[in-house]
């Protein structure tokens, strides 16, 4: 009985894992066809991205009949999930707009760092040294790519990229609580893309700006990459705890490299090819950690 339950642990989380790069790639769409979209408002931006995934989310519901699951106890839940995930999703968006975009990505890149320390505190899930060490590996690696700049701390607009960081750690925690209390990944994205869109529907409302048939298409586009993501990530951490799956979300980088080269012909530096090296050791690293981990445990 303890080595089928063992296995079902090591399926889940390998599936977790699994999640989490296919949300990398969805974000990292996203990403693209958020750039590709032009100058508009973060906020009219960030609506589109929600939208799409309520839409998504809500057909899910009807077709499979997924409901609340009755627990009062999980609203609260489910409110902080959407109250954090929203302000994450607004203070990036403020910071791509207002940094450099190397400087916006790597105060985003800081939510695994927020996932672990908040499971931690809120799951008591406790963090094993390697499994720090490889985050910590995958977090400098990412800095080689990224090369923040040495003004990155001296606009309030890294504070806000910071809070969007540490916003989207406690999302990824608290959709991790709701899975383990039994709340289906379709009604979390259902929840918090509602809540998102109705925050800023009263600012869009007054300053929409017009857009062209493209950048309605690359919106869209980004909403339908960035509904796969949410999902994607919700599934992610209903499988596993983030000290074990969070070193993944770093595979996010080496995908938008690879979009970046074949979309907009940018060719990454030695540095940035040192940089997947490190994150893809990391990652292979905590995968064969945690196995071993496993093994020992049967």
Same mark, same amino acid.
């Given at each position: 009985?303890?080595?089928?339950?063992?296995?079902?642990?090591?399926?889940?989380?390998?599936?977790?894992?699994?999640?989490?790069?296919?949300?990398?790639?969805?974000?990292?769409?996203?990403?693209?066809?958020?750039?590709?979209?032009?100058?508009?408002?973060?906020?009219?931006?960030?609506?589109?991205?929600?939208?799409?995934?309520?839409?998504?989310?809500?057909?899910?519901?009807?077709?499979?009949?997924?409901?609340?699951?009755?627990?009062?106890?999980?609203?609260?839940?489910?409110?902080?999930?959407?109250?954090?995930?929203?302000?994450?999703?607004?203070?990036?968006?403020?910071?791509?707009?207002?940094?450099?975009?190397?400087?916006?990505?790597?105060?985003?890149?800081?939510?695994?760092?927020?996932?672990?320390?908040?499971?931690?505190?809120?799951?008591?899930?406790?963090?094993?040294?390697?499994?720090?060490?490889?985050?910590?590996?995958?977090?400098? $690696?990412?800095?080689?790519?990224?090369?923040?700049?040495?003004?990155?701390?001296?606009?309030?607009?890294?504070?806000?990229?910071?809070?969007?960081?540490?916003?989207?750690?406690?999302?990824?925690?608290?959709?991790?609580?709701?899975?383990?209390?039994?709340?289906?990944?379709?009604?979390?994205?259902?929840?918090?893309?509602?809540?998102?869109?109705?925050?800023?529907?009263?600012?869009?409302?007054?300053?929409?700006?017009?857009?062209?048939?493209?950048?309605?298409?690359?919106?869209?586009?980004?909403?339908?990459?960035?509904?796969?993501?949410?999902?994607?990530?919700?599934?992610?951490?209903?499988?596993?705890?983030?000290?074990?799956?969070?070193?993944?979300?770093?595979?996010?980088?080496?995908?938008?490299?690879?979009? $970046?080269?074949?979309?907009? $012909?940018?060719?990454?530096?030695?540095?940035?090819?040192?940089?997947?090296?490190?994150?893809?050791?990391?990652?292979?690293?905590?995968?064969?950690?945690?196995?071993?981990?496993?093994?020992?445990?049967?």
């Amino acid at each position: 009985m303890g080595f089928e339950r063992k296995h079902i642990e090591l399926k889940r989380k390998h599936r977790g894992i699994l999640c989490i790069i296919m949300a990398a790639f969805f974000f990292a769409l996203m990403s693209m066809f958020v750039r590709l979209a032009g100058e508009l408002p973060s906020v009219q931006k960030s609506f589109f991205r929600n939208l799409v995934a309520l839409i998504f989310a809500g057909i899910i519901l009807k077709k499979d009949g997924v409901k609340f699951s009755g627990k009062k106890e999980n609203i609260k839940f489910l409110f902080l999930r959407s109250v954090f995930g929203t302000i994450g999703i607004l203070a990036n968006f403020y910071a791509v707009d207002h940094l450099v975009l190397s400087d916006a990505s790597m105060l985003n890149k800081m939510s695994p760092f927020f996932a672990i320390i908040f499971s931690f505190f809120l799951l008591k899930e406790k963090v094993k040294i390697p499994q720090a060490v490889f985050v910590a590996g995958a977090f400098l $690696g990412s800095l080689l790519i990224i090369k923040p700049t040495a003004g990155i701390l001296s606009s309030p607009a890294a504070l806000v990229g910071l809070l969007g960081g540490l916003a989207a750690g406690a999302a990824y925690t608290y959709v991790r609580i709701l899975g383990l209390k039994g709340e289906k990944g379709p009604f979390i994205v259902f929840v918090f893309s509602s809540f998102s869109c109705l925050c800023v529907l009263p600012w869009l409302l007054f300053h929409c700006e017009p857009m062209t048939g493209m950048q309605v298409l690359f919106l869209l586009l980004a909403g339908l990459s960035a509904a796969g993501g949410q999902f994607s990530v919700t599934a992610a951490y209903c499988y596993a705890p983030a000290r074990e799956i969070s070193v993944y979300d770093y595979s996010q980088i080496i995908f938008s490299a690879i979009l $970046g080269f074949f979309v907009f $012909g940018q060719i990454p530096d030695v540095y940035s090819i040192l940089g997947y090296g490190i994150i893809c050791t990391m990652a292979v690293l905590m995968f064969l950690y945690n196995n071993r981990k496993s093994a020992v445990k049967k």
